[in-house]
């Protein structure tokens, strides 16, 4: 009996962020018998692709502001001339290239390094293998590919980089766990093992080989009651290839999902007829390093660390030392939700009497050190936007204030681009590990210059980039709660202050954070000073400044 005809979903093109290059064609040194696309040494459906054709779409890439450049095959160091592709498209911005490794010597990776430390943008390595094991392994990709790709991925770590490897999990069956193939990595020198897990595309040698796609697997409206189009690769993405556009890297052999020769003509929306679309959306498979989400927000952060607030979570950003003598006073629920990367308030040389305003205060841990030091004759007050933070910290500032004696801490709710404080009212402004947080930085030096007095001073902890985070990781929610995501680079903090009106902006200290895919991150600590001649404090609220 047939399935009652059905309405195709239609999927827009929301904005072209990614493009992709089958640069090898179906070309491939190896003859997996799982490859959706059935590439091999003697299969030409799709051909090379000359560098002169890449540059072409380029350009057309450049125009619509495309960002991110995935290279695939095919093998594509079978291409002759892959290694200057890929230097003319690093250029455009960042690239992952997609390979089996088998081809990668230590001399190909160092050429290869050398292009990318050229570049403000990454260059990333996804290597397919299927298991770490030998016999696993080359029962699906071919005898002896685990050797050679092992060869070419110790050459790529040899040379700097942190390839990502990808698997395609077959059946329940499969040996090696994640935790397995991470403990394998790290036996070949990568520093940070990132795995990526694909679901099985039922087409190609998979379908000669596995089994087909059922008639039932198909996609309909009712897919998307509870699901945004928009977390599909096909609306942000396409595919090109030397026959042409094509909607996403998996259906290159569809001929319905061919949408035009030139970029714009592929700028259609398209109708999710095949059934490999159906382990898109039910797999939530994504092609990308990761999927790209829409916006970060506000509430997205706040969700984060109230989530952080009621479950301890010691892996959250970097460690902050304080000092025992420090902490005494203050109760250990404060120090284990203490999530910084430094400890701007050991380093501002705070004086007593002085007021000082906390941002992104958390659970209160630098502004119940602070009181300690400025004395009863001191302010401090203490901004963050998350509820569950701020319960914390009023919870435990009666222990502190038993402690202390003296009771010289507030705590508000507020958002550090629009602080609830008066114009110049404050000696000093303190953040740790806040600022990365905020999609708006430069708002943020502003409102700090403003509620500075005269001659006040800003003494910020923060974690910084060593090149502009490529636009996946910007859109990574977890990676933006880990003070990743958001990280500007050291010229880009000192910019913003700068811009502000700070004088005097100098570094304090510097320490090495982590690795994320090429990028390294460390934490820093930086002060900066609002020049004299400003007026004078305003009138205070009420029991705030």
């Known amino acids: 009996m047939s399935m009652p005809e059905i309405k195709i979903p239609q999927v827009p093109l929301i904005d072209l962020t990614t493009l992709w290059f089958q640069v090898s064609g179906t070309l491939c040194n190896l003859e997996c018998e799982h490859c959706f696309i059935g590439c091999g040494p003697d299969v030409s459906r799709h051909k090379m692709m000359p560098r002169s054709l890449v ?30 592709i890929i230097e003319d498209i690093i250029d455009a911005g960042n690239v992952t290239v997609l390979t089996n490794a088998t081809l990668i010597t230590s001399n190909l990776a160092g050429r290869l390094r050398a292009v990318s430390e050229k570049s403000p943008h990454t260059l990333l390595f996804r290597v397919s293998i299927e298991s770490p094991d030998a016999k696993e392994n080359d029962r699906i990709r071919g005898e002896g590919s685990l050797h050679k790709a092992m060869k070419g991925i110790k050459s790529l770590i040899g040379a700097g980089f942190n390839p990502i ?25 990568a520093a940070e093992p990132q795995i990526k897990a694909l679901p099985t595309l039922y087409l190609g040698r998979a379908e000669q080989n596995i089994r087909s796609y059922q008639e039932d697997e198909r996609v309909t409206e009712n897919c998307f009651k509870e699901f945004s189009k928009a977390n599909l690769q096909c609306s942000y993405c396409r595919m090109v290839t030397a026959d042409g556009v094509y909607v996403c890297p998996i259906l290159i052999d569809d001929p319905k999902a061919r949408l035009g020769t030139t970029l714009d003509e592929s700028l259609v929306a398209y109708g999710m007829e095949s059934s490999a679309c159906y382990t898109c959306r039910t797999a939530g498979l994504c092609c990308s390093n990761t999927a790209p989400a829409r916006e970060v927000t506000r509430e997205d952060v706040a969700s984060f660390y109230g989530k952080a607030a009621e479950e301890p979570q010691p892996s959250l950003c970097c460690p902050a030392i ?3 003598v420090e902490t005494g006073h203050i109760p250990k629920e404060v120090l284990e939700v203490a999530y910084g990367c430094g400890s701007p308030v050991s380093q501002a040389r705070i004086e007593e009497g002085e007021t000082m305003l906390d941002l992104g205060s958390g659970g209160g841990i630098d502004c119940f050190i602070a009181a300690r030091i400025t004395g009863p004759s001191g302010t401090v007050f203490g901004i963050d936007m998350t509820d569950e933070m701020l319960k914390k910290a009023l919870e435990n500032k009666a222990a502190v204030v038993a402690n202390l004696g003296y009771d010289n801490v507030q705590f508000k709710k507020g958002h550090l681009e629009e602080i609830p404080v008066d114009a110049g009212c404050v000696d000093l402004v303190t953040s740790n590990c806040v600022i990365n947080l905020s999609v708006d930085k430069g708002r943020v030096f502003q409102e700090i210059y403003r509620v500075l007095k005269s001659g006040g001073r800003f003494v910020i902890s923060d974690i910084v980039s060593d090149r502009p985070v490529p636009e ?41 954070y982590r690795e994320v895919e090429g990028v390294t991150f460390s934490s820093i600590t930086f002060q900066g000073y609002k020049g004299a001649g400003e007026a004078a404090c305003a009138p205070r609220k009420p029991g705030y400044c």
């Open 165 to 189: 490897i990808t698997t395609t999990k077959l059946n329940e069956g499969q040996k090696t766990s994640e935790a397995g193939f991470k403990e394998w990595l790290r036996g070949l020198g």
């Open 472 to 512: 996946n990781m910007k859109q990574d929610k977890e990676l933006w709660g880990e003070c990743i995501s958001g990280a500007l680079t050291v010229e880009e903090f000192v910019g913003f202050a700068r811009s502000a009106g700070f004088e005097g902006v100098s570094l304090l200290s510097t320490t090495f």
């Open 322 to 324: 304080y000092e025992e």
């Open 55 to 84: 540059r072409s779409y380029l350009e057309e890439a450049r125009e619509y502001g495309v960002k991110e450049f995935y290279l695939t095959g095919g093998e594509p160091f079978l291409n002759k001339e892959f290694p200057g």
